[in-house]
């Protein structure tokens, strides 16, 4: 079998080779590259850039509507609609309007902070995983939180309903976008862990499914508490001298649209952004064990694809010994 030419430049399996969930978390920190921080800090920025390009225009949707919805002018399955046909339709008009910049900015600036932090601290020789985990996420978090709490801001006086919105945006408000967003941050970096630890050693979960499924689904499920206050910031915001009876009202009507929108918003925000954002970060910026890992994907596509062409099983077998010196027979290995 063509695959038995490439024996010899396979290991054994570690556990971490198969951690393919942390191309989807964003508290990643595996240490990889190798290049110096001159070289790496526009690679990551550009990095930041092209993932927040691709999220923005979903994440900014949801967002916009949700303030609609709460004002009711118009509600939210109408504003996704429009929001939607916009996209598709006037392009030009969609990606230069105030929603997606807005939106963008939040992201590349959280991707940014999140890539750089990284950089810094390889720059630093910084080793410990949970060191290295605990900088990334107070920086990007602090980053995120800020950044967001602007934008929503700004969302509530752009688009709640004519006649409603305030010149400026109250404390309360501005402090409750930001109680909403470390909830949020304190479900993904330091509850969904503690659960994907207890599914694993309680209850025998494969590690990337009970880390993946926690990831993105605890915070989907924290919106649950953190709706009510955005829904109360934006309200407040609206009609700041309403009663606390119309306050709970406007909440129980808007609940679960605000919570569900809010749940799935998490999934391009924190697992497609995360992706792309470390797949890029992979593609361009060069790594220790780049020879290495072509080997072990040229390896695979022989394993899943067993009828291969001889002589170009040759070519790669002799492109792998240029690249891997001092490599062993393969017979040695039978």
């Known amino acids: 079998m063509a695959s038995q030419e490439f024996e010899y430049h396979r290991k054994p399996k570690k556990a971490e080779d198969d951690h393919w969930a942390h191309d989807l978390m964003f ?10 921080l001159q070289q790496r800090i526009p690679k990551e920025i550009g990095c930041a850039l092209a993932a927040s390009l691709l999220v ?11 303030v609609q919805e709460i004002s009711g002018a118009p509600k939210f399955a109408t504003a996704v609609g429009i929001a939607s046909r916009e996209m598709l339709f006037s392009p030009k008009t969609f990606y230069g309007s105030l929603a997606f910049r807005l939106t963008f900015g939040v992201y590349f600036g959280t991707y940014a902070i999140a890539n750089l932090s990284e950089a810094f601290m390889d720059a630093q020789e910084v080793k410990g995983y949970h060191e290295r985990k605990e900088i990334k996420v107070m920086t990007a978090s602090a980053a995120n939180v800020s950044l967001l709490a602007w934008r929503d801001a700004v969302f509530a006086r752009q688009f709640t309903a004519p006649g409603m919105a305030s010149p ?10 930001a109680a909403r967003d470390v909830g949020t941050m304190y479900a993904t970096f330091y509850l969904a862990p503690r ?16 880390e993946l499924s926690t990831a993105l689904g605890i915070p989907m499920l924290a919106q649950i508490v953190t709706a009510p206050m955005h829904i109360h910031a934006m309200h407040y915001y609206q009609a700041p001298k309403a009663t606390l009876a119309e306050h709970i009202q406007v909440i129980q009507q808007e609940f679960w649209t605000v919570s569900v929108a809010r749940g799935l918003r998490i999934l391009p925000a924190f697992g497609l952004a995360s992706f792309t954002n470390n797949k890029f970060r992979e593609s361009f910026i060069r790594q220790a064990d780049e020879n290495k ?6 390896t695979r596509f022989l394993e899943d694809k067993k009828p291969l062409n001889p002589r170009l099983t040759k070519r790669i077998t002799r492109f792998l010994d240029k690249q891997t010196p001092n490599v062993p027979d393969a017979t040695q290995h039978n």
């Not at 508290?27 to 110096?36: A, C, L, Q």
């Not at 400026?168 to 976008?177: E, I, K, N, V």
């Open 27 to 36: 508290s990643n920190v595996d240490s990889k590259f190798i290049e110096t």
């Open 56 to 66: 923005s225009p979903l994440v900014g949707i949801i967002d916009k509507c949700i």
């Open 168 to 177: 400026s945006a109250p404390l309360r408000t501005l402090g409750l976008f």
């Open 195 to 210: 659960v994907a630890d207890y599914l694993k050693k309680e209850h025998g979960v494969e590690k990337n499914a009970a």
């Open 293 to 298: 890992l072509l080997t072990k994907r040229i």
